[in-house]
Each structure stands twice: as structure tokens, then as C-alpha cells.
């Protein structure tokens, strides 16, 4: 089902016994990232922390278990979704032998524009509150870790557009906040938000850049997933929500958000403006990224609904709640591979202890010798599968996420001699 906005999810988690409500004060600094840690860990509830010292009540622990990571894509489980995929991917590309096969298939594609995001001319629930001199300290910002370089945005959808072609992208980006208006974007050069940041540098100028927090949950997933470049985020996000997403355009600049946001953050990065220091971040691995030189986001506007709730995860020795979101797309994504790519792969897993793409275990039906080296390959240059540090390929009917079993395969049948490949590539220290 689709939710308008973060307290729609809110009332769904309340009333699924999903959701621990905390009523006295907790200090967005260190102290909420202490007690979230030990809760994520334990697979607890998600937290609704209802004092923050500001107006807005913080929402975290959302997606930290398999029912609620369901439930923010709609779907009562992640293999739901998967499995509509596959049905989908199927029926567009396999033969129709048919003219009623021909017929079922026209209307999955006329099911599917159904799902494209449209632009409306009003405004949305999103500019309900509309603050024109912005102050980034009115919301819980969190400090997770100690050595942590500042406060950090943590789950911003960040919207950006190409100017030479004009297509979007939706990324989520850590921003560190170093002023009333100001954040340290942290766009590394192999994302697609600094491919446009490089294309907006050789125009000139200011780039427009907004930021979205909240809203459908669908849409936090969809940011963080591994679609092709120019592929809009907000298709995946209405064909999981089962309807179309609405946009609005910005107040202060031309770019589209969701028009159920809870939070709108508009403003621009000068590419002509010198870069800033931004980091430590305690990160995935359970090490503080290193500190380097980000552009720096200039906020000209905020604006929100009436009851808009401020989203937050935290990163740090795994298990956290990112698990969950690479759990979602090992299933998700598992019939593109298959489909596209590698039609000899059955199954593949990201082990919460290798924090998503680090370490990427494969199943493969085996038909001919050397078949293990060719996935291996082809993986390494599919999107994110670019920064694993090890990808394992097995085959037969070993359970992959039965790690004694696994072990014992690997084991047994490799040879350290002929069954290694090494490779160097880009790595991504963080997220």
C-alpha cells in the first residue's frame, strides 16, 4: 500500500506493534545513535523518539527488520516482490507464442505507464510550511559517533538533474551540516550525483540541487537502489507503491520532488566555489571514513508538512538497519541479473558482515568448465557489483545462506591454484 508521508507509515508500524515510542528527551548528539545501535542489533522495533529538542519528532529503525522493510515497499514479504519482477521481466521478453499472450503483455506495458512519475502544477502536502530563512539546526540532525566530524544527514534523497541531457537522479548522499545553510555533499566521483556535478562544472554557474527526506518509505529504498544510470528512481518507487508518483515542482529552483515529502531542502552547490573538508564519518565497516574535499550545498529554502516527521538511520559494525535495504534488493534485483545478464545465476546473497556489495556470494547452474570465471567477470562490471572487494561463485545445491555449508563447499571444491581471480578497481570507501 502507498503511505502519504512518514506519519502515515508511522500510524501502520504503531498499529503492527512495530513501533517503540520515546517520550522523554534524548539528545540527537551521540545518545540516540547509543540506544539505536543496541535495538538494531537485536532486531527490535523501530523507534519514534518524540523529543528532540526541536519540533520535529525523529522516526529511525524504520526498515530494521524483514516485515518492516516489506512493509516499506508494499509487499508482505521481500520475496513478493522479487517474484513480480521476475513474472514481469518474463512475460516482456519471452516469446508470445499467442494472441492473447500478445494481449497480456500490452497490458502489463500500459500497467506499467501507469506507474511513471508525473508533475503537477499545484503545490504539494510537502510546502504545507514553507520557511524562507532556512536554519538547518531546526531539525535532530544526529552526531552518531564519537570522532565523527559534525552532524550528518543521513538519509537525504538528493535530487539532482544532468544539463546537457536532463535526465535525474535520486541519490542518497551523506551531508554533513556545517552552518545555518550550508552541508558538505558527499558525492563520490563514481556516483552519478558527481557525474552531474562535473557536468554543471564545465557549464558554469550554480547547480540546482534538492533534498528530500521522508514521504513514502518506498522512496528511501528507491534512492538507495541499483538502477541503471537514467533510470528514473521514482518508476521503481511507483511500481512498488502500485501508483505513480507525484511531483512538485521546487519553490527556488526548477527540480521536481515527491509531493507527500515530509521535508523539502532546496538550494544549490556553486562549482565555481572552492571545496570543503568533510568527515570523519563512523561508517559501515565499523572504521571512520576518512575526511576529504566535498562541494559545499547552499540551502535557500525548506520547507515541510504540518506533521512532518525527520528520518534518520546510523552506519556502524554490522548487523544495522542497512541490511535490510541489501537483503530487499538481493531479491529485487536477483530476475534482472538472471534476465539481462546472467541467466546461469540462481541466486545471490550479500552477508550482512561484508555490508552490501563487499562481499557477494552467487549461485550458478554449472554447464560448462570455466562458466564460475565468466560470472565473476560479468559481475564485476554490473553497476555497484564494481566495488565488491570478493564475489564467490558456487553451484550445485549448496544453501548459500547456510554459511557452515557454504564453507564447507568452498572448502572441498576450489582450487587455490587455478579458482582465484584477482582484479583492481574502484572501491567505495563509504557510502
Known amino acids: 500500500m502507498p503511505y502519504n508521508g512518514l506519519n502515515s507509515f508511522v500510524r501502520h508500524l504503531d498499529e503492527s506493534g512495530e513501533l517503540e515510542r520515546i517520550k522523554p528527551f534524548v539528545n540527537p548528539e551521540l545518545e540516540i545513535t ?6 538494531a542489533k537485536s532486531e527490535g522495533k523501530a523507534l519514534l523518539f518524540e523529543n528532540t ?23 508482505n514479504n521481500l520475496g513478493e516482490a522479487g517474484a513480480e519482477i521476475l513474472d514481469l521481466f518474463s512475460m516482456l521478453t519471452g516469446p508470445s507464442r499467442s494472441f492473447k499472450g500478445g494481449l497480456k503483455s500490452l497490458s502489463q506495458l500500459l500497467r506499467l505507464a501507469s506507474f511513471m ?3 503537477s502544477r499545484w503545490k504539494g502536502s510537502c510546502q504545507e510550511v514553507v520557511i524562507n530563512d532556512p536554519d538547518l539546526s531546526v531539525f535532530p540532525v544526529l552526531r552518531c559517533w564519537p570522532f565523527d566530524g559534525g552532524r550528518f544527514i543521513t538519509l537525504p534523497m538528493v535530487h539532482t538533474v544532468n544539463p546537457d541531457t536532463g535526465s535525474s537522479n535520486v541519490g542518497m548522499y551523506r551531508m554533513q551540516v556545517t552552518g545555518k545553510t550550508t552541508a558538505g555533499m558527499h558525492w563520490q566521483r563514481h556516483k552519478t550525483g558527481a557525474a552531474h556535478y562535473e557536468a554543471w562544472k564545465n557549464k558554469g554557474g550554480r547547480m540546482p540541487v534538492s533534498v528530500t527526506l521522508g514521504g513514502d518509505p518506498v522512496y528511501t529504498y528507491a534512492a538507495t537502489a541499483p538502477l541503471p544510470e537514467n533510470i528514473s528512481e521514482y518508476i521503481l518507487a511507483g511500481f512498488l507503491r502500485k501508483r505513480k508518483v507525484q511531483l512538485v515542482r521546487c519553490l527556488t529552483n526548477n527540480l521536481y520532488v515527491p509531493a507527500d515529502a515530509d521535508i523539502v531542502i532546496e538550494g544549490y552547490v556553486d562549482t565555481s566555489e572552492a571545496m570543503i573538508w568533510e568527515g570523519p564519518f563512523g561508517d559501515h565497516t565499523g572504521f571512520y571514513s576518512l575526511a576529504d574535499w566535498y562541494p559545499v550545498f547552499h540551502v535557500t529554502c525548506i520547507s515541510h508538512r504540518r506533521d512532518a516527521v525527520y528520518p534518520a538511520t546510523i552506519v556502524g559494525v554490522p548487523p ?8 530487499a534488493t538481493e531479491r529485487l534485483f536477483l530476475a534482472p541479473v538472471k534476465m539481462a545478464l546472467l541467466p546461469e545465476v540462481s541466486d545471490f546473497h550479500m552477508p550482512d558482515a561484508g555490508v552490501a556489495h563487499n562481499l557477494v556470494v552467487v549461485r550458478i547452474r554449472k554447464s560448462y568448465p570455466g562458466q564460475g570465471m565468466k560470472v565473476i567477470s560479468s559481475l564485476f562490471g554490473a553497476g555497484q557489483m564494481m566495488f565488491s572487494k570478493y564475489i564467490v561463485v558456487v553451484s550445485g545445491d549448496v544453501d548459500i545462506r547456510n554459511y557452515r555449508e557454504l564453507f564447507v563447499n568452498i572448502s572441498v571444491n576450489t582450487s587455490m591454484a587455478s579458482d582465484l581471480v584477482f582484479g583492481k578497481g574502484p572501491l567505495a570507501s563509504s557510502v
Open 320 to 327: 544495522q538497519e542497512d541490511a535490510w535495504f541489501a537483503r
Open 117 to 119: 512519475p508525473s508533475r
Open 34 to 39: 547509543e540506544i539505536t545501535d543496541r535495538i
Open 53 to 75: 529538542g526541536t519540533a520535529f519528532p525523529l522516526l529511525i529503525n524504520a526498515f530494521g527488520s524483514e516485515s518492516r522493510m516489506a512493509d516499506a515497499i508494499g509487499r
